[in-house]
């Protein structure tokens, strides 16, 4: 009977939908460490990590022949898994593209409201007592709708982005990617990120992390955007350049931000933290439980489909 572990603890109905293995659940929430990951390749046939559980290059070296053929990442992202040592080492790696879709969707746009109307400013205001009433010149935030927004990635979460802007808010789309995506709204596709930063009163990073993406959104791209634009990041952390960011917040060069990731995550920095015009929210993008349990079930028909001896649903 295969061993499989599970990295974090999930919803019963995740676990209980697994047969014909003999299942670990891991019982904490921290990430794992890169002992525990070398035991994982060791002693389990296949492991179902998630953000967090850095399977590098080193760790797959220091176990050349693992037990372990099958890493099913909960999660669409897998930047945190290197997949050519992995295939090198003969472990395949899956991911759970679509279930994060909407959800992840929805967080870039709470993200963008709370910004644009300085939502999180006046939580504040009225938590700490010190609000004095309404008056017409009071906390003047940004009027989203009719506005131009920049997606930074027009893949699935790009474009469920770009649907709710459009078809929610009446605003006008532009993107940035490698190649042209044939939308059911109106898009433009511009072939310069500094051209698109310029443009926009809102650029929302929806890219893939890994090397590639690593810093996109630099100080060139920064000093690009308008004074009172905003920058969205519901992508990986370090794909924005974090210091290159809170400088611009810090010196006004844009209007805010709104952050659901970071780039030394979970750690934020205390100067991100003190600024009044940046929203911060804790990773929360898939963080609805319908969602949560879609992610667990796509992860689980990976790991049984290996468990049967079939085909792989979502291989990366």
């Given at each position: 009977m295969k061993k499989i572990?599970?990295?974090?603890?999930?919803?019963?109905?995740?676990?209980?939908?697994?047969?014909?293995?003999?299942?670990?659940?891991?019982?904490?929430?921290?990430?794992?460490?890169?002992?525990?990951?070398?035991?994982?390749?060791?002693?389990?046939?296949a492991v179902m990590p998630t953000l967090g559980d850095a399977f590098s290059a080193e760790v797959f070296a220091d176990v050349?022949?693992?037990?372990?053929?099958?890493?099913?990442?909960?999660?669409?992202?897998?930047?945190?898994?290197?997949?050519?040592?992995?295939?090198?080492?003969?472990?395949?790696?899956?991911?759970?593209?679509g279930a994060v879709t909407d959800a992840t969707a929805d967080i870039a746009m709470t993200l963008m409201l709370m910004s644009a109307r300085r939502a999180g400013e006046g939580e504040r205001l009225v938590r700490a007592g010190a609000w004095e009433g309404w008056h017409p010149t009071q906390?003047?935030?940004?009027?989203l709708s009719g506005k131009k927004v920049g997606i930074v990635g027009m893949g699935r979460i790009g474009q469920a982005i770009a649907r709710r802007c459009h078809f929610g808010f009446g605003m006008a789309?532009?993107?940035?990617?490698?190649?042209?995506?044939?939308?059911?709204?109106?898009?433009?596709?511009?072939?310069?990120?500094?051209?698109?930063?310029?443009?926009?009163?809102?650029l929302v990073v929806a890219v893939p992390g890994g090397g590639e993406t690593r810093?996109?959104?630099?100080?060139?791209?920064?000093?690009?955007?308008?004074?009172?634009?905003?920058?969205?990041?519901?992508?990986?952390?370090?794909?924005?350049q974090?210091?290159?960011?809170?400088?611009?917040?810090?010196?006004?060069?844009?209007?805010?931000?709104?952050?659901?990731?970071?780039?030394?995550?979970?750690?934020?920095p205390k100067a991100l933290r003190d600024l009044e015009n940046v929203v911060l929210l804790p990773h929360l993008g898939t963080a609805a439980r319908e969602v949560r349990v879609d992610m667990g079930l796509m992860a689980v028909a990976n790991l049984q489909a290996f468990i049967d001896g079939q085909p792989l649903p979502n291989a990366v």
């Open positions: 572990l599970i990295a974090r603890p999930l919803p019963d109905e995740v676990t209980k939908s697994l047969s014909g293995c003999d299942i670990t659940v891991r019982d904490e929430t921290a990430p794992l460490d890169a002992e525990e990951m070398r035991a994982a390749l060791r002693d389990y046939d050349p022949q693992p037990r372990c053929k099958l890493l099913a990442n909960f999660g669409v992202g897998y930047n945190h898994i290197d997949v050519t040592a992995a295939r090198t080492a003969g472990v395949e790696v899956t991911n759970t593209p906390m003047l935030g940004m009027h789309v532009s993107y940035f990617n490698r190649s042209d995506k044939d939308l059911e709204f109106p898009a433009a596709r511009v072939e310069q990120l500094t051209d698109l930063a310029a443009e926009v009163d809102v810093h996109l959104i630099g100080e060139a791209v920064l000093a690009a955007m308008q004074p009172h634009a905003r920058l969205i990041n519901i992508a990986r952390g370090d794909v924005v974090e210091d290159a960011l809170i400088a611009a917040l810090q010196a006004g060069r844009i209007g805010g931000a709104g952050l659901d990731v970071y780039e030394f995550e979970p750690k934020v």
